[in-house]
T-cell receptor, first 113, second 112 residues
Framework: QQQVKQSPQSLIVQKGGISIINCAYENTAFDYFPWYQQFPGKGPALLIA?????SEKKEGRFTISFNKSAKQFSLHIMDSQPGDSATYFC????????????FGTGTRLKVLA | GAGVSQSPSNKVTEKGKDVELRCDPI?????LYWYRQRLGQGLEFLIY????????KSGLPSDRFSAERTGESVSTLTIQRTQQEDSAVYLC??????????FGEGSRLTVL
């Protein structure tokens, strides 16, 4: 019930393409779903987050799509760039900053120039 | 400092030795988290401190692991009698109540 399942494990995309990473959760008490971006040797940094009262959130080239009934959410990176090459983690929590975050296993994205 | 500070950044130790990892959160952040990241793996929750409340220790993998936090300041993660499977990056994060998580750059532990 505490798991967050993330796929794919790795992803290679051509420059300008769309990168899509998917996550699924089981615990319906989760109500905050952030995505983190991690570059080698650095800690994860918040990229974008969504709450279940909306089905989509867009910030620049990054979009989260949320399907509450299916308990799934996904990250779309439009016009992917080589600088987007990093590891991406989805996470889920009961509230923002008030409870432990459960992280997915990560997706290593490589964008080819 | 401006961000979450962790030390040491790298630690190499021999099996059976004790290690202490330190986290200095962002000033004013009441919540503090420790996560473990094994090579190529996700972030594994270890422990969560929130103000003066009892910590959530549900993620600590064994009684060799312990963590303390004094008030809303520095936290120390202690691993006793280290084993090779303890080798990982230990990440600390802090947040304001209902705020975004900010991570440090981690402490890389290698147990020989």
């Amino acid at each position: 019930q505490q798991q967050v399942k993330q796929s794919p494990q790795s992803l290679i995309v051509q420059k300008g393409g769309i990168s899509i990473i998917n996550c699924a959760y089981e615990n319906t008490a989760f109500d905050y779903f952030p995505w983190y971006q991690q570059f080698p040797g650095k800690g994860p940094a918040l990229l974008i987050a969504i709450r279940p009262d909306v089905s989509e959130k867009k910030e620049g080239r990054f979009t989260i799509s949320f399907n509450k009934s299916a308990k799934q959410f996904s990250l779309h990176i439009m016009d992917s760039q080589p600088g987007d090459s990093a590891t991406y983690f989805c996470a889920a929590s009961r509230g923002k900053g008030t409870y432990k975050y459960i992280f997915g296993t990560g997706t290593r994205l490589k964008v080819l120039a | 400092g401006a961000g979450v500070s962790q030390s040491p950044s790298n630690k190499v130790t021999e099996k059976g030795k004790d290690v202490e990892l330190r986290c200095d959160p962002i000033s004013g952040h009441t919540a503090l988290y420790w996560y473990r990241q094994r090579l190529g793996q996700g972030l594994e929750f270890l422990i969560y401190f929130q103000g003066n409340s009892a910590p959530d220790k549900s993620g600590l993998p064994s009684d060799r692991f312990s963590a303390e936090r004094t008030g809303e300041s520095v936290s120390t993660l202690t691993i006793q009698r280290t084993q090779q499977e303890d080798s990982a990056v230990y990440l600390c994060a802090s947040s304001r109540p209902a705020g975004e998580l900010f991570f440090g750059e981690g402490s890389r532990l290698t147990v020989l």
